[in-house]
């Protein structure tokens, strides 16, 4: 295992700090205080009676259930659990539908501890809990990355006689997946299949990705076969998969022919399909190409995803076209989407020359003043653009922002900061990153391992290149291409130097 320094002085003054481990009892008591009392004129208590300040009305058992439903309905969550509050205050407990809907609610905005909570009181109050209730604490785990979480509560489901549906095996197949865990997502695959699950398109396309990440291109269009052989006809999520393949392993004419096919038999693009064409011409080198792409995305009105724009400024800064940049962006303003145009504008700036929103908090301020919602994505965006540009405190100082925001930290922000490290030279902030994700529960996953395996290499400390990959191994997330390729220099370079490990 790889040891950790002791965290560094400037990254206890960041926003992350470690989640509570411990569980607790999700109901905190709101109690409304008494009505105070009224002295008289004399100012000598004549006798106690309330003032004209009306007590509380007390609520039925079904109103409460409905206001707490209502509330979870209109993504209220903190009004939700208030009247929970209330209402067991007052004696009385909600339905085992309106505990559903709290855990659903809480697990969408991953409020994973308290989740599990209320799923507890309800076991403890012997509600029957279906397999609807432990699918939703399971998406809340996966989600956040708790994979530990996950599989005890799967055990907990066998030991309840609760029997694993097709949602539970698509949740799996899709978290193991995204994290780069192969075996466990064959293992999914398999199960399925030995319970005779119908695999739909949303399968196919996961085990498209799995090929892809792992370098097995060819095996992917082999999917597209096995499809025709059950007559699945691909659908735009098949088709955006089999192309961001081709795109990454630099088939590029297959890639722009698969898009082309697409558009013959009457399949509609969206901003993935855009998105992957311009990502991978961007990285092949071909920028021409990819702001055509760009442009023609455009004229069906569509607008790119952050990150892509991003791509694309990228390249065109190092080569100093900064008045192409500027024109592309006016470009995007001209179609009319001028409110939720501040965030490239602020991209631009942060690549641009003047550096006028090289500060995270006016990046932020400028978005709200648009009317814009602030979302995990923009933040993502933001927090990218300074990785990218190896400013540290401005990264950080995203995630401070998102937090108080009420968004919650993720992996996928976290791998940013520790990237940001990675690039600024600052591998211990990096190592002091992948200890915090570790310590709050959190899996890391392939990019978590590849990112801190990048940031030794880059401070030259190749030694501790192989104990990561062998931890990442030992995770059980199958190293990618990247991850491959970093282990292979790395080792060639101790060989050099020492004559092997």
Not at 310 to 333: C, P, T, V, Y
Not at 399 to 409: F, K, Q, S, V
């Amino acid at each position: 295992m790889i040891s950790s320094p002791s965290t560094p002085r400037y990254f206890n003054n960041c926003v992350i700090t470690p989640l509570p481990r411990e569980r607790f009892h999700c109901c905190c008591c709101y109690v409304y205080a008494k009505a105070p009392l009224s002295l008289s004129k004399n100012n000598n208590i004549s006798k106690l009676v309330p003032s004209k300040q009306e007590t509380k009305e007390e609520l039925s058992w079904e109103t409460y259930n409905s206001l707490i439903q209502n509330h979870c309905s209109n993504d209220q969550i903190d009004h939700s659990m208030q009247i929970l509050s209330e209402m067991e205050a007052s004696g009385m407990y909600p339905s085992t539908s309106s505990y559903s809907t709290l855990i659903k609610c809480l697990a969408k905005v991953g409020r994973t501890v308290e989740a599990e909570a209320i799923f507890v009181e309800m076991k403890r109050f012997g509600l029957r809990l279906s397999i609807q209730e432990y699918n939703l604490l399971l998406r809340s785990f996966l989600k956040k990355g708790q994979l530990h979480l996950a599989d005890s509560l799967l055990v907990e489901m066998g030991r309840d006689g609760i029997e694993r549906n097709r949602e539970t095996h698509i949740l799996l197949l899709d978290s193991y997946a995204k994290a780069g865990r192969l075996e466990d997502s064959w293992w999914v695959l398999n199960e399925m299949k030995k319970k005779r699950i119908r695999l739909d398109g949303f399968v196919y396309c996961r085990i498209i990705k799995l090929y892809r990440d792992n370098g097995m291109w060819k095996k992917a269009m082999e999917v597209i076969m096995e499809m025709d052989e059950v007559r699945i006809r691909p659908d735009r999520r098949i088709y955006n998969a089999i192309i961001d393949t081709l795109g990454k392993f630099r088939q590029l004419e297959n890639a722009v022919k698969v898009f082309e096919e697409m558009q013959h038999r009457g399949v509609k693009t969206d901003i993935v399909t855009w998105n992957a064409l311009i990502k991978w011409h961007c990285r092949a080198g071909d920028l021409a190409r990819a702001i055509g792409f760009f442009e023609k995305m455009l004229e069906q009105g569509l607008y790119p995803d952050p990150k892509i724009f991003l791509a694309i400024i990228s390249r065109l800064g190092e080569q100093g076209k900064w008045d192409e940049i500027r024109r592309l962006f006016n470009e995007m303003r001209d179609k009319g989407h001028r409110q939720s145009g501040i965030i490239y504008a602020i991209l631009v700036d942060i690549y641009g020359q003047y550096g006028r929103f090289r500060d995270a908090e006016e990046c932020v301020a400028a978005i709200r003043s648009e009317g814009v919602a602030l979302s995990a994505s923009i933040f993502c965006a933001l927090a990218n653009a300074f990785a990218q540009h190896s400013l540290c405190d401005q990264t950080v100082k995203v995630l401070e922002l998102m937090e108080a925001e009420g968004l919650e930290i993720n992996l996928v922000m976290l791998n940013l900061l520790m990237n940001a490290f990675s690039n600024a030279g600052r591998q211990l902030e990096a190592l002091a990153v992948f200890q915090h994700i570790k310590d709050t529960g959190i899996s890391p996953d392939v990019i978590t391992y590849t990112t801190l395996m990048k940031a030794f290499v880059r401070a030259k400390i190749y030694e501790k290149v192989p104990e990561i990959y062998k931890e990442m191994e030992l995770a059980g997330c199958t190293p990618d291409r990247k991850a491959r390729e970093i282990l292979h220099d790395a080792s060639l370079i101790i060989e050099q130097k020492w004559g092997g490990i």
